[in-house]
């Protein structure tokens, strides 16, 4: 495997220094970059393009959620927080890992493996220059409520239009995020997904069945059991695309 990208997120010069001494015993990890608030940060994020991110969760100002929520493409995450065990758990996030300050040696190199195996589990690199569309791969972080999650955009099945704003569906999960439709759909991998309808933006690859429905339109039936109409001039489409 090449070198690993590292960017650290982390107000404290102190635990950054503790951070690189660590990272020091572990030659596929290349620090890039480091930042000490969100803008920093996310502005790196962007044009550095890190395979993996070591981010604190509380820094002044904007804490480490608020940047995952910012950024449009999240890296690997790890978490490096002074939070105890069970409010870390409390957060119905994906993050690969996170690690109670002071950081262990070996609990570091436990996370370390993990970031590798995820990396080399992934048939996207990352690349040093902007990409225009996410792919299956990306992830994105969502936060509703109190409860937050980083997705592979490739684990949700459905996008759909509450209002002015999108609820997102993944596994048992269905939280609301504050942005358009249109704006989501413009970045979404263009074989994966497809606009069924006004309201709707379905992944291919979740569609268990298709049928013929009233007036030119198609039901497409997902693997969960939930069925999903297919506006007739979207049916032409989909048809098309398909070749049926």
């Known amino acids: 495997m090449s070198s690993i990208k590292v960017i650290i997120v982390e107000d404290s010069r102190l635990a950054r220094n503790e951070l690189k001494e660590l990272i020091k015993n572990h ?18 994020i962007t044009e550095m393009r890190p395979d993996l991110i070591f981010l604190d969760i509380n820094m002044p100002e904007k804490d480490g959620f608020e940047l995952l929520e910012m950024l449009e493409d999240v890296p690997v995450t790890v978490f490096t927080t002074a939070f105890d065990e069970y409010a870390i758990k ?17 609990r570091f190199a436990d996370a370390v493996e993990k970031v590798k195996t ?8 990352r690349e040093a220059t902007v990409i225009e569309y996410l792919n299956e791969n990306s992830q994105i972080f969502i936060k509703d409520g109190e409860k937050c999650w980083l997705v592979k955009i490739g684990e949700v099945f459905l996008f759909e239009i509450v209002g002015n704003y999108t609820r997102v569906y993944f596994k048992d999960c269905k939280p609301l995020i504050y942005k358009s439709l249109n704006q989501i759909e413009e970045r979404l991998p263009q074989h994966l997904f497809f606009r069924a309808n006004r309201q709707q933006v379905v992944n291919l690859q979740y569609i268990k069945s298709v049928d013929n429905w009233f007036n030119g339109k198609l039901k497409a039936t997902m ?12 049916s032409a489409l989909f048809k098309e695309m398909l070749s049926l």
């Open 27 to 44: 030659v596929e990890l290349e620090v890039i970059g480091e930042a000490e608030n969100v803008d920093t940060a996310y502005q790196m």
């Open 118 to 125: 995820k990396l080399a589990g992934s048939n996207t690199a």
């Open 223 to 234: 693997n969960n059991g939930s069925e999903v109409e297919i506006s007739r001039r979207q």
């Open 90 to 106: 409390s957060f119905e996030y994906n993050a690969l890992d996170y690690l109670l300050k002071p950081i262990n040696q070996n």
